[in-house]
């Protein structure tokens, strides 16, 4: 070889090594990209062993060139090394802190709307003797349907759009799975609602999201009546929702009889009809009912003892309604744009 020809190979292996250290890298192969290039056996100490071998006026340069090689590659290791200890202990790193850097802004604590209405519902309720109890979110199907009076291949199944999971359970499509869960815990009397979410297979627009919040209830009691759902139901949408006309309008749940939707008068039209009552001048707020025997009798409660009501508020709605926001992907955005409106 002649000097220009080994000149040359000791710049490609400084290149090399240059690209091999700027690659991602980590402490095991920062070590073997350095023992390639700096090792015993490395082209570049190879070179220098055999130095006498050249005639004497290329001597000088190859070895300046070796060594100059050789202390950019160590110096690059070197730091490496460094800035990756930095990166595992970033607190004991100086390398990291740049003190002139200007301070990180902490922006004031701020509820999110549905925490806050969440927080103010379970208040009202405690008020009234209520306690808040929790379900499993990832159900058995017997706790989400049959317990509830809705039997397998029942066609009021296809109300609940049910993800299926592979193991057999379900994630919960509505809380009223919480009811018999409780009942066969607690003994009655018992006053309880259930806040959580619950799982839809819906295709998602501003009214639907395939998960949502519901807050489930159930008031038992040996003397319970349709009144006192009646009484109780009108003093939270009034209380949540500043409702002043409310109207109950029969209905089909399985797991009650009689079955009622609780209506409150359009808040925004004040009854006149408007695109969000679809002009019928009321707005579904709370579905409800008395319990059915049949899911006394799963729980283990005798129906001829205990009479008890139930009702289940798809909770996100109950905040459009409040804050008059149109679309519900807007309050699960994170945007804080949105949420500083709150
Ligand atoms: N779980 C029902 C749903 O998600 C709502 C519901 C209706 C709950 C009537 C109740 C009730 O407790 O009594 O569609």
């Not at 250290?21 to 980590?26: A, L, M, S, Y």
């Not at 379970?122 to 009076?149: C, K, Q, R, W």
């Not at 009021?156 to 409780?182: C, E, M």
């Not at 909770?315 to 949420?339: E, T």
Request: hydrophobic fraction near 35%; proline fraction near 5%; glycine fraction near 6%.
């Amino acid at each position: 070889m002649n000097s220009e020809e080994i000149l040359k190979k000791i710049e490609q292996a400084l290149n090399k090594a240059k690209v091999e250290f700027n690659e991602k890298i980590n402490e095991k192969n920062l070590d073997e990209i350095y023992k390639n290039y700096l090792g015993k056996n490395s082209l570049l100490n190879n070179i220098l062993r055999g130095i006498s071998d050249y005639e004497p006026e290329i001597r000088k340069n190859v070895g300046l060139s070796v060594n100059a090689a050789k202390s950019q590659i160590e110096e690059i290791y070197k730091n490496l090394k460094e800035q990756l200890k930095a990166d595992n202990n970033p607190a004991g790193s100086s390398l990291r802190i740049d003190m002139s850097l200007p301070g990180v802004k902490i922006e004031p604590f701020h509820t999110h709307p549905i925490t806050a209405v969440l927080n103010d519902t379970v208040d009202f309720f405690s008020s009234m003797g209520f306690e808040v109890v929790e379900g499993p979110e990832i159900e058995t199907t017997h706790y989400n349907f049959d317990a509830l009076n809705i039997p397998d291949n029942h066609p009021a199944r296809d109300i609940w759009d049910t993800f299926y999971l592979k193991n057999g359970f379900i994630p919960r499509t509505h809380t009223s799975s919480v009811q018999v869960r409780t009942m066969e815990t607690r003994k009655p009397p018992l006053r309880v609602i259930a806040p959580g979410r619950c799982y839809r297979y819906e295709s998602v627009d501003a009214t639907h999201l395939f998960m949502f919040n519901q807050v489930e209830g159930l008031f038992i009691d040996k003397n319970a009546r349709l009144s006192d759902l009646k009484g109780i139901l009108e003093a939270t949408v009034k209380h949540l929702l500043g409702a002043k006309k409310t109207r109950f309008r029969p209905a089909f749940y399985p797991f009650v009889e009689p079955g009622l939707d609780l209506d409150i008068e359009c808040v925004f039209c004040h009854g006149k009809g408007c695109s969000v009552c679809k002009s019928s001048g009321w707005i579904e707020v709370i579905p409800c009912g008395m319990v059915h025997p049949k899911v006394f009798e799963y729980a283990g409660i005798n129906p001829a003892e205990y009479k008890g009501f139930a009702f289940g508020m798809g909770f996100d709605r109950l905040v459009m309604l409040k804050y008059n926001v149109n679309d519900l992907r807007l309050l699960y955005s994170g945007n804080m744009d949105v949420l500083n409106q709150f």
